[in-house]
């Protein structure tokens, strides 16, 4: 089942922060986050795999609440480069399954 | 992070032909990797999980006759759209699970392959 994610799109200017939501309907095994700029392949941002994990590289993080079945992705001092559609992707409990991705959250950073 | 390639980047085909997409994983070898496929501003659409040496597992909704997935070797699945139509149109993109990434899980995306059947 696809994630829900929101908000379905977002405009920051440069240094602004933003926050995007990922929930579930279902348990889950792990979180994942791609970003996607227009006409190109997604890239891995993160995955994220245990309850109450959070993890971050540059000033994009991301935590995992198991029990709620959500995830967080956070964009901290936004740059043009941080625009694109930002995609999570969900794998349910037992591991090795497919991960069904949400419908994107697309970010546009402007000067 | 891995390298997954695709090949072509682009293809525009006459309809009623057939067109082969290859996927290759670069620098690690990939047992499974996914077919997906998207269209104009909206989500990757998982189309089947290709396995090294065995038959790929479609999604429900996709003709296995018509989407022909073969994963020859640990590093190189291929996508064949039979008999492509206008309506077959698409971003098709791989994804190769990497095997020791920061965990068992992780995808790394090919860059894509853009189809247009006229």
């Known amino acids: 089942q696809q994630p829900v994610q929101s908000p379905q799109a977002v405009i920051l200017r440069e240094g602004e922060d933003a926050v995007i939501n990922c929930s579930s309907s279902?348990?889950?095994?792990?979180v994942h986050w791609y970003r996607q700029k227009h006409g190109e392949a997604p890239v891995f941002l993160m995955i994220?795999?245990?309850?109450?994990e959070q993890k971050g590289h540059d000033k994009i993080s991301a935590s995992f609440n198991e029990k709620k079945q959500q995830s967080s992705l956070y964009l901290t001092a936004s740059q043009l480069s941080y625009s694109g559609t930002y995609f999570c992707?969900?794998?349910?409990?037992?591991?090795?399954?497919?991960?069904?991705f949400g419908i994107g959250t697309k970010l546009q950073v402007i000067p | 992070g891995a390298v997954v390639s695709q090949h072509p980047s682009w293809v525009i085909c006459k309809s009623g032909t057939s067109v082969k997409i290859e996927c290759r994983s670069l620098d690690f070898q990939a047992t499974t990797m996914f077919w997906y496929r998207q269209f104009p501003k909206q989500s990757l659409m998982l189309m089947a999980t290709s396995n090294e040496g065995s038959k790929a597992t479609y999604e429900q909704g996709v003709e296995k006759d018509k989407f022909l997935i073969n994963h020859a070797s640990l590093t190189l699945s291929t996508l064949t759209v039979t008999s492509a139509h206008p309506e077959d149109s698409s971003f098709y993109i791989c994804?190769?699970?990497?095997?020791?990434?920061?965990?068992?899980?992780?995808?790394?995306f090919g860059p894509g392959t853009r189809l247009t059947v006229l």
């Open positions: 279902k348990a889950l095994y792990s």
């Open positions: 992707g969900t794998e349910g409990k037992g591991g090795y399954q497919k991960v069904t």
């Open positions: 994804s190769a699970r990497f095997p020791s990434g920061p965990s068992t899980d992780t995808q790394y």
């Open positions: 994220l795999l245990k309850g109450g």
